[in-house]
Antibody, heavy 120, light 107 residues
């Protein structure tokens, strides 16, 4: 059974750093594209970052230069290092598998989300 | 970046109604268009992929159509569990982008 479990959220002051983890089971993270998607309170979904199976990484303009996506193949875990946090980064952060199937890419499995609150 | 625009932003309907939600892309995305359902406090759930393919386990009252820039999600006969927010999303390019969502409420 495929499962994604995010941890690491919490309350952090503006300018601070936080690292989110997403532990995967039932599939191999390094063989898949993996994304982080966030949702500010009462708002819609915003894609944040992706890591390809080959290791290439991409970011939304809103987080570029501040966030870093990575993975630990030995732990089958995805990470999001978030630095220089701002109030507008407050959101529930989801990890999702960006499944490549028959030429299509889509988010077929999502974690339960972890809340990051940036406030003084 | 490709912009995704959904309409309407909210919709009131009754159990048994047929409803259609529209998603428009700012440029052609072929059929790289997917639909998700989200209920309050829960993660999004994949409903449809590649514009018209039903994800395993999703009821057949959901259907999708379209290609290029214009897409629709149709629920043929609303059930109480269908009241939720629906999002379209394109994977034609990175950055992946979502529509702003359509909140489906009980009339």
């Amino acid at each position: 059974e495929v499962q994604l479990v995010e941890t690491g959220g919490g309350l952090i002051q503006p300018g601070g750093s936080l690292r989110l983890s997403c532990a995967a089971s039932g599939f191999t993270v390094s063989n898949n594209y993996m994304s982080w998607v966030r949702q500010a309170p009462g708002k819609g979904l915003e894609w944040v970052s992706i890591i390809y199976s080959g290791g290439n990484t991409y970011y939304a303009d809103s987080v570029k230069g501040r966030f870093t996506i990575s993975r630990d193949n030995s732990k089958n875990t995805l990470f999001l290092q978030m630095n220089s946090l701002r109030a507008e980064d407050t959101a529930v952060y989801y990890c999702a598998r960006d499944l490549h199937s028959s030429g299509w890419f889509y988010f077929d499995y999502w974690g339960q989300g972890t809340l990051v609150t940036v406030s003084s | 970046d490709i912009q995704m625009t959904q309409s309407p932003s909210s919709l009131s309907a009754s159990v048994g109604d047929r409803v259609t939600i529209t998603c428009r892309a700012s440029q052609s995305i072929s059929s790289y268009l997917h639909w998700y359902q989200q209920k309050p406090g829960k993660a999004p759930k994949l409903l449809m992929y590649a514009a018209s393919s039903l994800q395993s386990g999703v009821p057949s009252r959901f259907s999708g159509s379209g290609s290029g820039t214009d897409f629709t999600l149709t629920i043929s006969s609303l059930q109480p569990e269908d009241f939720a927010t629906y999002y379209c999303q394109q994977s034609y390019t990175t950055p992946r982008t979502f529509g702003q969502g359509t909140k489906l409420e009980i009339k």
